[in-house]
Protein backbone atom coordinates (compact mmCIF):
# COMPACT_ATOMS: atom_id res chain seq x y z
CA UNK A 1 0.00 0.00 0.00
CA UNK A 2 1.25 3.46 -1.01
CA UNK A 3 0.83 6.84 1.33
CA UNK A 4 0.62 10.10 -1.18
CA UNK A 5 0.78 12.07 2.31
CA UNK A 6 4.09 10.71 3.55
CA UNK A 7 6.87 12.75 2.63
CA UNK A 8 9.74 11.06 0.02
CA UNK A 9 13.23 11.08 1.47
CA UNK A 10 14.71 10.80 -1.66
CA UNK A 11 12.38 14.15 -2.95
CA UNK A 12 16.03 15.99 -3.53
CA UNK A 13 16.97 13.66 -6.53
CA UNK A 14 13.86 15.33 -8.63
CA UNK A 15 15.38 18.54 -7.74
CA UNK A 16 18.82 17.72 -8.93
CA UNK A 17 17.79 16.16 -11.69
CA UNK A 18 15.88 19.52 -12.83
CA UNK A 19 19.16 20.70 -12.20
CA UNK A 20 20.97 18.69 -14.61
CA UNK A 21 18.38 19.27 -17.10
CA UNK A 22 18.86 23.15 -16.69
CA UNK A 23 22.64 23.02 -17.19
CA UNK A 24 22.54 21.10 -20.34
CA UNK A 25 24.10 18.08 -18.17
CA UNK A 26 21.73 15.36 -18.43
CA UNK A 27 21.86 11.85 -20.05
CA UNK A 28 19.12 10.61 -21.53
CA UNK A 29 19.77 6.72 -22.47
CA UNK A 30 19.30 5.78 -25.88
CA UNK A 31 17.07 2.11 -26.42
CA UNK A 32 19.61 0.11 -29.15
CA UNK A 33 16.81 -2.53 -30.27
CA UNK A 34 19.26 -4.11 -33.06
CA UNK A 35 22.76 -5.40 -32.71
CA UNK A 36 25.87 -3.68 -32.19
CA UNK A 37 27.23 -2.67 -35.38
CA UNK A 38 28.20 -0.09 -38.24
CA UNK A 39 24.29 0.54 -38.64
CA UNK A 40 21.72 0.37 -35.83
CA UNK A 41 18.63 0.70 -34.42
CA UNK A 42 18.23 3.59 -31.94
CA UNK A 43 15.01 4.53 -30.60
CA UNK A 44 13.17 3.00 -33.93
CA UNK A 45 15.48 5.10 -36.06
CA UNK A 46 18.16 3.49 -38.37
CA UNK A 47 20.79 5.41 -38.13
CA UNK A 48 24.96 5.09 -38.39
CA UNK A 49 27.11 4.02 -35.20
CA UNK A 50 30.01 6.59 -34.34
CA UNK A 51 29.51 5.59 -30.51
CA UNK A 52 30.51 1.93 -29.91
CA UNK A 53 33.97 0.84 -28.35
CA UNK A 54 33.26 -2.09 -30.80
CA UNK A 55 36.42 -1.32 -32.73
CA UNK A 56 36.87 -4.42 -34.94
CA UNK A 57 33.29 -5.58 -35.13
CA UNK A 58 33.94 -8.17 -32.85
CA UNK A 59 30.83 -7.75 -30.50
CA UNK A 60 28.82 -9.63 -33.66
CA UNK A 61 31.72 -11.75 -34.93
CA UNK A 62 30.46 -15.36 -35.99
CA UNK A 63 33.29 -17.18 -34.68
CA UNK A 64 32.69 -15.45 -31.15
CA UNK A 65 28.47 -15.60 -31.73
CA UNK A 66 29.58 -19.70 -31.97
CA UNK A 67 31.89 -19.88 -29.39
CA UNK A 68 29.55 -18.38 -26.75
CA UNK A 69 26.76 -20.31 -27.82
CA UNK A 70 28.51 -23.87 -27.55
CA UNK A 71 30.40 -22.83 -24.64
CA UNK A 72 26.42 -22.36 -23.12
CA UNK A 73 25.26 -25.36 -24.39
CA UNK A 74 28.34 -27.38 -22.91
CA UNK A 75 28.46 -25.61 -19.46
CA UNK A 76 25.18 -23.69 -18.72
CA UNK A 77 23.96 -20.13 -18.70
CA UNK A 78 25.91 -19.27 -15.33
CA UNK A 79 29.16 -20.27 -13.20
CA UNK A 80 27.61 -20.08 -10.03
CA UNK A 81 30.19 -18.84 -8.11
CA UNK A 82 32.52 -16.74 -7.26
CA UNK A 83 36.24 -18.11 -8.96
CA UNK A 84 38.08 -19.14 -5.66
CA UNK A 85 34.60 -21.20 -4.11
CA UNK A 86 33.56 -23.08 -6.90
CA UNK A 87 32.80 -20.80 -9.86
CA UNK A 88 36.55 -21.47 -11.60
CA UNK A 89 35.82 -23.32 -14.54
CA UNK A 90 38.49 -24.50 -17.41
CA UNK A 91 37.16 -21.88 -19.65
CA UNK A 92 38.07 -18.97 -17.28
CA UNK A 93 42.09 -20.86 -16.95
CA UNK A 94 41.93 -21.24 -20.47
CA UNK A 95 41.45 -17.54 -21.28
CA UNK A 96 43.35 -16.53 -18.75
CA UNK A 97 46.56 -19.12 -20.15
CA UNK A 98 45.63 -17.45 -23.83
CA UNK A 99 46.01 -13.50 -22.42
CA UNK A 100 49.18 -14.06 -21.01
CA UNK A 101 50.93 -15.93 -23.89
CA UNK A 102 49.21 -12.83 -26.24
CA UNK A 103 50.28 -10.28 -24.07
CA UNK A 104 53.62 -11.65 -23.81
CA UNK A 105 53.60 -12.10 -19.75
CA UNK A 106 53.72 -14.34 -17.35
CA UNK A 107 50.09 -14.44 -16.09
CA UNK A 108 47.12 -12.65 -16.54
CA UNK A 109 43.89 -13.00 -14.13
CA UNK A 110 40.67 -11.82 -15.75
CA UNK A 111 38.14 -9.43 -14.23
CA UNK A 112 34.40 -8.70 -14.73
CA UNK A 113 34.75 -5.82 -16.05
CA UNK A 114 38.18 -3.76 -16.79
CA UNK A 115 36.44 -0.83 -14.02
CA UNK A 116 36.51 -3.79 -11.57
CA UNK A 117 40.50 -4.77 -12.95
CA UNK A 118 41.62 -1.84 -12.16
CA UNK A 119 39.20 -1.28 -8.40
CA UNK A 120 40.72 -5.11 -7.72
CA UNK A 121 44.39 -4.48 -8.54
CA UNK A 122 45.12 -0.31 -7.30
CA UNK A 123 44.51 -1.53 -3.25
CA UNK A 124 46.32 -5.38 -4.02
CA UNK A 125 49.41 -3.58 -4.71
CA UNK A 126 49.76 -0.35 -3.32
CA UNK A 127 49.13 0.66 0.80
CA UNK A 128 50.08 2.84 3.32
CA UNK A 129 53.84 2.70 2.81
CA UNK A 130 53.70 3.51 -1.25
CA UNK A 131 53.06 6.28 -3.16
CA UNK A 132 50.67 6.67 -6.28
CA UNK A 133 51.23 8.80 -8.99
CA UNK A 134 48.66 9.32 -11.63
CA UNK A 135 47.69 11.15 -15.08
CA UNK A 136 45.35 14.04 -14.32
CA UNK A 137 43.05 12.71 -17.04
CA UNK A 138 43.04 9.32 -16.03
CA UNK A 139 40.13 7.06 -16.32
CA UNK A 140 37.84 6.91 -13.53
CA UNK A 141 38.00 3.33 -12.71
CA UNK A 142 41.61 4.42 -12.04
CA UNK A 143 40.74 7.43 -9.52
CA UNK A 144 38.32 4.67 -7.77
CA UNK A 145 40.83 2.48 -7.37
CA UNK A 146 43.45 4.87 -5.90
CA UNK A 147 40.57 6.19 -3.63
CA UNK A 148 40.21 2.49 -2.58
CA UNK A 149 43.98 2.46 -1.46
CA UNK A 150 45.79 3.67 1.66
CA UNK A 151 48.41 5.28 -0.29
CA UNK A 152 48.73 8.87 -0.46
CA UNK A 153 48.54 10.31 -4.20
CA UNK A 154 49.73 12.81 -6.31
CA UNK A 155 48.77 13.66 -9.64
CA UNK A 156 50.83 14.93 -12.43
CA UNK A 157 49.59 17.18 -15.33
CA UNK A 158 48.52 15.45 -18.90
CA UNK A 159 51.56 13.60 -19.91
CA UNK A 160 53.83 15.60 -18.55
CA UNK A 161 56.96 13.76 -18.20
CA UNK A 162 59.03 16.43 -16.79
CA UNK A 163 56.30 17.05 -13.91
CA UNK A 164 56.56 13.01 -13.61
CA UNK A 165 59.79 13.10 -13.22
CA UNK A 166 60.53 16.05 -10.76
CA UNK A 167 57.52 14.49 -8.71
CA UNK A 168 59.24 11.49 -8.82
CA UNK A 169 62.59 13.19 -7.64
CA UNK A 170 61.04 14.90 -5.06
CA UNK A 171 59.71 11.79 -3.88
CA UNK A 172 62.64 9.73 -3.65
CA UNK A 173 64.45 12.54 -1.64
CA UNK A 174 61.87 12.97 0.84
CA UNK A 175 60.92 9.19 1.42
CA UNK A 176 57.68 8.44 2.93
CA UNK A 177 55.31 11.63 5.59
CA UNK A 178 53.27 10.73 8.15
CA UNK A 179 49.81 11.92 8.39
CA UNK A 180 50.75 15.24 9.05
CA UNK A 181 52.62 15.65 6.29
CA UNK A 182 56.06 15.33 8.10
CA UNK A 183 58.91 13.23 6.33
CA UNK A 184 58.97 10.01 8.53
CA UNK A 185 63.03 9.37 6.96
CA UNK A 186 62.04 5.91 5.41
CA UNK A 187 61.75 5.25 1.83
CA UNK A 188 58.51 4.55 0.59
CA UNK A 189 58.04 0.64 -0.22
CA UNK A 190 56.57 0.99 -3.77
CA UNK A 191 56.16 4.00 -6.08
CA UNK A 192 53.69 3.41 -8.34
CA UNK A 193 52.86 5.19 -11.51
CA UNK A 194 49.29 4.97 -13.72
CA UNK A 195 48.52 5.95 -16.78
CA UNK A 196 45.81 5.49 -19.59
CA UNK A 197 47.33 3.73 -22.37
CA UNK A 198 45.36 5.81 -24.77
CA UNK A 199 43.00 8.01 -22.94
CA UNK A 200 39.49 7.58 -23.95
CA UNK A 201 37.92 10.87 -24.18
CA UNK A 202 41.06 12.63 -26.30
CA UNK A 203 42.15 9.40 -28.54
CA UNK A 204 45.50 10.78 -27.35
CA UNK A 205 48.72 8.13 -26.21
CA UNK A 206 50.65 8.03 -22.90
CA UNK A 207 54.39 8.41 -23.71
CA UNK A 208 55.06 5.46 -22.29
CA UNK A 209 58.62 5.02 -23.20
CA UNK A 210 59.16 8.54 -21.21
CA UNK A 211 57.24 7.44 -18.32
CA UNK A 212 58.87 4.20 -18.30
CA UNK A 213 62.25 5.66 -18.57
CA UNK A 214 61.55 8.32 -15.62
CA UNK A 215 60.14 5.42 -13.30
CA UNK A 216 62.92 3.39 -13.88
CA UNK A 217 65.71 6.54 -13.30
CA UNK A 218 63.94 6.04 -9.84
CA UNK A 219 62.61 3.15 -9.04
CA UNK A 220 59.24 2.99 -9.82
CA UNK A 221 56.72 0.74 -11.51
CA UNK A 222 54.26 1.75 -13.84
CA UNK A 223 50.82 0.43 -14.24
CA UNK A 224 49.27 0.82 -17.56
CA UNK A 225 45.29 0.80 -18.66
CA UNK A 226 45.36 -0.20 -22.08
CA UNK A 227 41.27 -0.55 -22.00
CA UNK A 228 41.05 1.42 -25.20
CA UNK A 229 44.50 -0.05 -26.44
CA UNK A 230 43.64 -3.29 -26.37
CA UNK A 231 42.85 -4.51 -29.98
CA UNK A 232 43.71 -1.49 -31.11
CA UNK A 233 47.48 -0.75 -30.69
CA UNK A 234 50.75 -3.06 -31.16
CA UNK A 235 50.75 -6.43 -33.19
CA UNK A 236 47.60 -7.82 -33.43
CA UNK A 237 46.36 -5.17 -30.55
CA UNK A 238 48.78 -6.56 -27.95
CA UNK A 239 48.59 -2.85 -26.42
CA UNK A 240 50.88 0.24 -25.75
CA UNK A 241 53.13 -2.34 -24.15
CA UNK A 242 54.21 -3.82 -27.55
CA UNK A 243 53.38 -0.77 -29.47
CA UNK A 244 56.41 1.12 -28.05
CA UNK A 245 58.40 -2.47 -27.91
CA UNK A 246 58.39 -1.85 -23.56
CA UNK A 247 57.81 -6.20 -23.11
CA UNK A 248 59.39 -6.30 -19.21
CA UNK A 249 59.68 -2.87 -18.22
CA UNK A 250 55.79 -2.18 -17.20
CA UNK A 251 55.06 -4.53 -14.34
CA UNK A 252 51.00 -3.95 -14.53
CA UNK A 253 49.23 -4.24 -17.79
CA UNK A 254 45.02 -3.57 -17.16
CA UNK A 255 43.12 -4.08 -20.17
CA UNK A 256 39.96 -4.86 -21.22
CA UNK A 257 37.92 -7.43 -23.47
CA UNK A 258 34.84 -4.93 -23.53
CA UNK A 259 36.04 -2.60 -26.29
CA UNK A 260 37.80 -4.04 -29.35
CA UNK A 261 37.77 -7.77 -28.03
CA UNK A 262 33.65 -7.16 -27.99
CA UNK A 263 32.03 -8.89 -24.94
CA UNK A 264 33.13 -7.85 -21.16
CA UNK A 265 35.50 -8.32 -18.75
CA UNK A 266 39.02 -6.54 -17.75
CA UNK A 267 42.27 -8.47 -16.83
CA UNK A 268 45.86 -7.81 -15.32
CA UNK A 269 48.92 -9.27 -16.97
CA UNK A 270 51.92 -9.40 -14.63
CA UNK A 271 53.98 -11.54 -13.14
CA UNK A 272 52.83 -14.49 -11.19
CA UNK A 273 53.08 -13.22 -7.95
CA UNK A 274 51.16 -10.61 -9.00
CA UNK A 275 48.50 -13.30 -9.99
CA UNK A 276 48.18 -15.04 -7.02
CA UNK A 277 48.14 -11.91 -4.74
CA UNK A 278 45.15 -11.08 -6.75
CA UNK A 279 43.04 -14.19 -6.29
CA UNK A 280 44.15 -13.36 -2.80
CA UNK A 281 43.02 -9.94 -2.19
CA UNK A 282 41.50 -8.77 -5.13
CA UNK A 283 37.56 -7.78 -3.54
CA UNK A 284 36.12 -7.70 -6.88
CA UNK A 285 37.59 -11.00 -8.02
CA UNK A 286 36.76 -12.69 -4.27
CA UNK A 287 33.47 -11.43 -3.84
CA UNK A 288 31.57 -11.23 -6.89
CA UNK A 289 30.55 -14.05 -9.13
CA UNK A 290 32.90 -15.09 -12.26
CA UNK A 291 31.60 -14.74 -15.74
CA UNK A 292 29.58 -16.86 -17.53
CA UNK A 293 31.05 -19.78 -19.68
CA UNK A 294 29.63 -17.67 -22.49
CA UNK A 295 31.72 -14.76 -21.66
CA UNK A 296 34.62 -16.53 -21.49
CA UNK A 297 34.61 -18.23 -24.43
CA UNK A 298 33.58 -15.30 -26.80
CA UNK A 299 36.84 -13.34 -25.03
CA UNK A 300 39.22 -16.68 -26.11
CA UNK A 301 37.32 -16.67 -29.19
CA UNK A 302 38.39 -12.92 -29.58
CA UNK A 303 41.92 -13.26 -28.96
CA UNK A 304 42.42 -16.21 -31.82
CA UNK A 305 40.70 -13.68 -33.94
CA UNK A 306 43.16 -11.14 -33.67
CA UNK A 307 45.84 -13.39 -34.28
CA UNK A 308 44.10 -14.79 -37.31
CA UNK A 309 42.34 -11.27 -38.81
CA UNK A 310 45.17 -9.03 -38.39
CA UNK A 311 43.15 -7.65 -41.25
CA UNK A 312 40.66 -6.23 -39.04
CA UNK A 313 42.82 -3.95 -37.23
CA UNK A 314 44.55 -2.83 -40.51
CA UNK A 315 40.92 -1.53 -41.58
CA UNK A 316 40.28 0.30 -38.52
CA UNK A 317 43.35 2.42 -38.84
CA UNK A 318 42.53 3.15 -42.50
CA UNK A 319 38.80 4.00 -41.53
CA UNK A 320 40.62 6.23 -38.61
CA UNK A 321 42.89 8.10 -40.73
CA UNK A 322 40.05 8.64 -43.69
CA UNK A 323 37.72 10.17 -41.06
CA UNK A 324 39.97 11.99 -38.79
CA UNK A 325 41.39 13.92 -42.00
CA UNK A 326 38.05 14.92 -43.43
CA UNK A 327 36.99 16.26 -40.52
CA UNK A 328 40.03 18.14 -40.26
CA UNK A 329 39.46 18.91 -44.36
CA UNK A 330 36.38 20.43 -43.16
CA UNK A 331 37.64 22.66 -40.72
CA UNK A 332 36.60 20.87 -37.22
CA UNK A 333 38.73 20.66 -34.17
CA UNK A 334 39.53 17.15 -33.19
CA UNK A 335 41.85 18.01 -30.50
CA UNK A 336 44.95 15.91 -30.31
CA UNK A 337 43.54 12.43 -30.75
CA UNK A 338 46.03 9.92 -32.26
CA UNK A 339 44.07 6.59 -32.32
CA UNK A 340 40.88 5.74 -33.60
CA UNK A 341 38.76 7.94 -30.79
CA UNK A 342 37.96 10.96 -32.92
CA UNK A 343 36.55 13.93 -30.23
CA UNK A 344 34.95 16.63 -32.81
CA UNK A 345 35.44 19.59 -30.21
CA UNK A 346 32.08 21.96 -29.76
CA UNK A 347 33.05 24.13 -26.55
CA UNK A 348 29.40 24.08 -24.21
CA UNK A 349 27.35 21.35 -23.27
CA UNK A 350 24.41 22.98 -24.99
CA UNK A 351 26.13 22.99 -28.37
CA UNK A 352 27.39 19.24 -27.62
CA UNK A 353 23.58 18.13 -27.10
CA UNK A 354 22.25 20.16 -29.93
CA UNK A 355 24.71 19.18 -32.14
CA UNK A 356 24.07 15.71 -31.05
CA UNK A 357 20.57 15.75 -32.07
CA UNK A 358 21.06 17.56 -35.09
CA UNK A 359 23.14 14.13 -36.25
CA UNK A 360 20.35 12.25 -34.80
CA UNK A 361 17.76 13.83 -37.14
CA UNK A 362 20.58 13.28 -40.04
CA UNK A 363 20.90 9.57 -39.80
CA UNK A 364 24.18 9.56 -37.48
CA UNK A 365 24.62 8.54 -33.96
CA UNK A 366 27.10 10.38 -32.25
CA UNK A 367 27.04 10.89 -28.25
CA UNK A 368 27.61 14.07 -26.76
CA UNK A 369 30.28 14.00 -23.73
CA UNK A 370 29.87 16.38 -21.13
CA UNK A 371 30.97 17.48 -17.67
CA UNK A 372 31.74 16.29 -15.55
CA UNK A 373 33.50 13.35 -17.77
CA UNK A 374 35.15 16.12 -19.39
CA UNK A 375 35.80 19.46 -18.00
CA UNK A 376 32.70 22.49 -18.47
CA UNK A 377 34.11 24.07 -21.66
CA UNK A 378 35.07 20.77 -23.80
CA UNK A 379 32.06 19.42 -23.90
CA UNK A 380 32.21 17.41 -27.78
CA UNK A 381 31.20 15.07 -30.26
CA UNK A 382 32.80 11.48 -28.64
CA UNK A 383 33.31 9.14 -32.72
CA UNK A 384 34.29 6.01 -33.29
CA UNK A 385 35.05 4.34 -36.26
CA UNK A 386 35.87 0.58 -36.22
CA UNK A 387 36.63 -1.67 -38.82
CA UNK A 388 33.30 -2.54 -39.95
CA UNK A 389 32.22 1.14 -41.35
CA UNK A 390 32.05 1.39 -45.68
CA UNK A 391 33.76 4.29 -47.12
CA UNK A 392 30.21 5.49 -48.04
CA UNK A 393 28.77 5.20 -44.38
CA UNK A 394 31.57 7.29 -43.15
CA UNK A 395 31.16 9.98 -46.23
CA UNK A 396 27.51 9.93 -44.62
CA UNK A 397 28.61 10.54 -41.79
CA UNK A 398 30.71 13.28 -43.02
CA UNK A 399 28.21 14.78 -44.81
CA UNK A 400 25.97 14.94 -41.60
CA UNK A 401 29.09 17.00 -39.76
CA UNK A 402 29.35 18.97 -42.51
CA UNK A 403 25.36 20.34 -42.66
CA UNK A 404 25.15 20.24 -39.18
CA UNK A 405 28.26 22.17 -38.41
CA UNK A 406 27.77 25.12 -40.57
CA UNK A 407 24.05 25.39 -39.40
CA UNK A 408 25.73 26.38 -36.04
CA UNK A 409 28.60 27.90 -36.89
CA UNK A 410 31.04 25.39 -35.89
CA UNK A 411 32.64 25.48 -39.14
CA UNK A 412 32.44 28.07 -42.00
CA UNK A 413 29.71 27.52 -44.35
C1 LIG B 1 36.33 1.64 -20.64
C2 LIG B 1 37.49 1.80 -19.76
C3 LIG B 1 37.63 1.01 -18.61
C4 LIG B 1 36.54 0.08 -18.17
O1 LIG B 1 36.47 -1.07 -18.96
P1 LIG B 1 35.16 -1.97 -18.90
O2 LIG B 1 35.61 -3.30 -19.34
O3 LIG B 1 34.15 -1.33 -19.81
O4 LIG B 1 34.69 -1.95 -17.49
C5 LIG B 1 38.76 1.15 -17.86
N1 LIG B 1 39.74 2.01 -18.20
C6 LIG B 1 39.65 2.79 -19.30
C7 LIG B 1 40.77 3.72 -19.64
C8 LIG B 1 38.52 2.72 -20.11
O5 LIG B 1 38.41 3.49 -21.18
Request: proline share 5%.
Amino acid sequence: MTNDTRPDPLGFLADELAELKKQNLYRPMRVLSSPQAAEVVVDGKQLISLSSNNYLGLATHPRLVEAALNATREFGAGSGAVRTIAGNMSIHEQLETELAAFKHTEAVLTFQSGFTANTGVIPVVTGEADLIVSDSLNHASIIDGMRLSKAPRVVYPHKDTAALRELLREARAKGRTDAAGAATGEPHRLILVVTDGVFSMDGDIAPLPEIVAAAEEFGAAVMVDDAHASGVLGDNGRGTVDHFHLHGRVAIQVGTMSKAMGVLGGYVAGSRALRDMLIQRARPFLFSTSHPPAVAAACLEAIHVLLDEPELIDRLWSNTLYFKGELRRLGFDTGVSETPITPVMMGDSARAQTFSRRLFEEGVFAQPVVFPTVALDKARIRTIVTAEHSTAQLDRCLAAFAKVGKELGLIAG
